[in-house]
């Protein structure tokens, strides 16, 4: 599994942690064995974007998986 973290150089601001909250980008919930603190952030960020229903999340707070498993 692959992360990354883009943050403003003059103000420190984590600028993936603003996409999750405007409901640009999907954080993935399924891998347990992260539990970092900045994880569990993107993750609260997500929480707010669906209860928003921003961006992605505007018509449902469920995303579908179409992939053959």
């Not at 599994?1 to 942690?17: A, D, G, Q």
């Not at 409901?23 to 992260?34: A, E, P, S, V, W």
């Amino acid at each position: 599994m692959e992360f990354i973290s883009l943050y403003r150089v003059n103000t420190k601001e984590n600028l993936v942690k603003n996409l999750a909250e405007q409901g640009l980008i999907f954080i993935n919930n399924d891998d347990q064995k992260c539990s970092t603190s900045l994880y569990e952030e993107l993750q609260q960020a997500q929480s707010i974007a669906k209860s928003s229903h921003r961006g992605l999340w505007q018509y449902s707070d469920l995303i579908e998986d179409d992939a053959n498993e």
